[in-house]
């Protein structure tokens, strides 16, 4: 058992002080995941690396929020996930009319392409996401962890316990079955 792994079931179990330990071992990593996130972001951002990864950092040690984590992948996986939801979150504030609430449309290759999505692209994407995770749940969570978490195909693979074959090929077939989602979204 990691030492990452052996905390995160110190956490569950509600011990107070295995967070304190947990936030060395994985802040580096998490940093460099939002960081490529944010790499292609246009400056003046409201949110920012940093922020994006101390929310998600709180949100997965909350105890009442938290989940079970069965290994360290599962736990990158899960804050791949809660760093979509806090993008999703941001992506809907800012598109009330208080903060411009305008449209523009991407091809889904822009949307793919790390950050510079509008919010209504990236709402638009998180709802193709869900309805791509009713038919097929392993390519859903590789677009989140891709996308969200900013990991290559080689990381994502692994993460999510598929050969990197496997991981390209769903790969394929999720930015296909979004693309045409997306695009079904847009003609209505």
Known sequence: MSEVTRILSAIESGDEHAASELLPLVYDELR?????????EKPGQTLQATALVHEAYVRLVDRECAGRWDSRGHFFAAAAEAMRRILI???????TEKHGGGRQRLDLDDV????????????????ALA??????RVAARLVTVRFFAGLSMPEAARTLGLSLRDAERNWTYARTWLHRRMTEGDAR
Request: charged residues 40%; aromatic residues 2%.
């Open 32 to 40: 460099r995941l939002a960081a490529r996130k944010f790499a292609r």
């Open 131 to 136: 309805q791509l995770e009713s038919v097929d």
């Open 112 to 127: 793919l392409s790390v950050g510079e999505s509008p919010p209504d692209d990236l709402l638009g994407l998180d709802e």
């Open 89 to 95: 979150e941001n992506a809907r504030r800012k598109k």
